[in-house]
Every structure is written in structure tokens, then in C-alpha cells.
């Protein structure tokens, strides 16, 4: 099976940035869906940010829109998420995920990593 691993939390003050990175992993320079998703503590798990490489276009969770941005590294076969501009309630484990469309990614299916945890005060 094709793993999917995850780095780069951390903890940050608000107003701060960290990079999280997904791989290396086969699927990043593959058709399949990705996305990075999170829980946060007493919350339930949601979608952060997707990006489907068929239709080569990104979808945000509202609350990160303008700070997240998702993008894949080809040449690392990495997934990338540049958070900036964090806040308190971006606190989370944070998980990369991969599934054949981002319908099924949305639903929870496909293949996920541990997560890493991102705490911001």
C-alpha cells in the first residue's frame, strides 16, 4: 500500500505560519484527489483544504480561505499546506488524505496518514 505520512506541525503563535508536508508519497503526482483535513479538540474531523488533479482545481474550508493554500510538489511528490496567519482556533491533528475522486475523499474514504499535530496559542 502506498503510505501517506505527515510533517511538519508544530506549535506557533497566532499570527504565525508552518508548512505541512504529506509524503514522500506515489499518489501526489497521480489523478487521485488530495487533501488535508482536521480535528480539533471536542470537534469534529473536517475538511480543510482539496485539490483534485484531474480538474487541477483547489477547494478551501471558509474559515481558511486566503491563509491555507494546498499545492503538490512534483518533483518531491509532496503534498504542501502553507498555513499562514494562524489562529487559536486552527488547533488541531491535521491529516493528509488520497482517494480516486474528491467526492469519496469528502466522505471520509481512500487512504489517510496519522496526522500531525498543530497547536497555535
Known amino acids: 500500500h502506498v503510505q501517506l505520512v505527515e510533517s511538519g506541525g508544530g506549535s506557533v503563535q497566532a499570527g504565525g505560519s508552518l508548512r505541512l508536508s504529506c509524503g514522500p508519497s506515489?499518489?501526489?503526482?497521480?489523478?487521485?484527489?488530495m487533501g488535508w483535513f482536521r480535528q480539533g479538540p471536542g470537534k469534529e474531523r473536517e475538511m480543510v483544504a482539496i485539490h483534485s488533479a484531474s480538474a487541477d482545481n483547489t477547494d478551501y474550508a471558509d474559515s481558511v480561505k486566503g491563509r491555507f493554500t494546498i499545492s503538490r510538489d512534483i518533483s518531491n511528490n509532496t503534498l504542501i499546506l502553507q498555513m499562514n496567519s494562524l489562529k487559536p482556533e486552527d488547533t488541531g491533528m491535521y491529516y493528509c488524505a488520497a482517494a480516486g475522486s474528491c467526492s469519496s475523499l469528502k466522505g471520509g474514504q481512500g487512504r489517510w496518514g496519522q496526522g500531525t499535530q498543530v497547536t497555535v496559542s
Open positions: 506515489a499518489y501526489v503526482s497521480s489523478a487521485y484527489c
